[in-house]
């Protein structure tokens, strides 16, 4: 009993290896927020004994929305693209080489009267390919971001991001971009279509975001390295 229980037991590590490895999900980091550098218009200096100096401000009439740094809006996600390509590509060529026999004084060149200096050579070939994709992505949800930086004209640069922890997985998404204050709504909400230099990132890991992706083996018959 033992004898046959060997086989089962030396293969346990390796079942366990390969179950691991298709388990795992992602535990790279996610890449850190890049800065944004956006276009500053020169300020003109400040007069000394001014009684006004900008800055921020308190307004009684106006609506309480984001102005200045560290104020807070909410960026409504409404994102869709969708795209379609195809290619189709036909290769043909054929070539065909004839070489008459030579004659010497009107005669014709032979040996015990067969034909043995001509030759004929001919050659085909043609190469049929097609290819297509279609990408279809919408996004859409609601995403609180800070204001960071207030540009001379009046312009926020806002930045945020919003991590959520789903059963067996983690969904992030960033937001960074320029806001002008006349798109937020009295509600201090402004639609993403409205957010300029946007960059939205969206990604997720765990056992849904692992189960839509390709295996090693099936990247590998994708990839440049298969030569059919």
């Known amino acids: 009993m033992n004898k046959r229980l ?59 929305v984001a102005r200045d740094v560290g104020d807070m809006v909410t960026i409504t996600l409404v994102e869709s693209t969708t795209a379609q390509t195809s290619a189709s590509t036909q290769v043909a060529k054929n070539s065909e080489i004839g070489m008459a026999v030579p004659e010497i004084f ?16 001919s050659g085909e070939r043609d190469f049929d390919g097609q290819g297509k994709s279609s990408q279809s992505n919408r996004l ?37 971009g320029i806001v002008r204050p006349a798109d ?4 201090n909400t402004v639609p993403s279509s409205k957010v300029g230099e946007a960059r939205i990132v969206y990604g997720g890991r765990g056992a849904i975001a692992q189960s839509n992706a390709m295996g090693w083996l099936g990247r590998f018959f994708h990839s440049r390295l298969y030569p059919y």
């Open 140 to 176: 859409q949800g609601s995403v609180t971001v800070t204001v960071i930086q207030r540009l001379p004209n009046g312009n926020l640069v806002v930045q945020g991001q919003k991590n959520m922890r789903l059963n067996q997985g983690d969904e992030m998404v960033q937001i960074q």
């Open 184 to 187: 937020i709504a009295p509600n």
């Open 6 to 64: 060997t086989p089962s037991l030396a293969a346990l590590p390796a079942v366990l290896l390969l179950g691991g490895c298709v388990a795992a999900g992602d535990v790279r980091p996610y890449p850190a927020m890049a800065p944004i550098v956006p276009v500053v218009a020169p300020v003109a200096a400040a007069t000394p004994g001014a009684i006004y100096q900008a800055g921020p401000g308190l307004s009684l009439y106006a609506d309480r």
């Open 106 to 121: 009107g005669a014709p060149v032979t040996y015990n009267g067969r034909d043995i200096l001509s030759a004929t050579a």
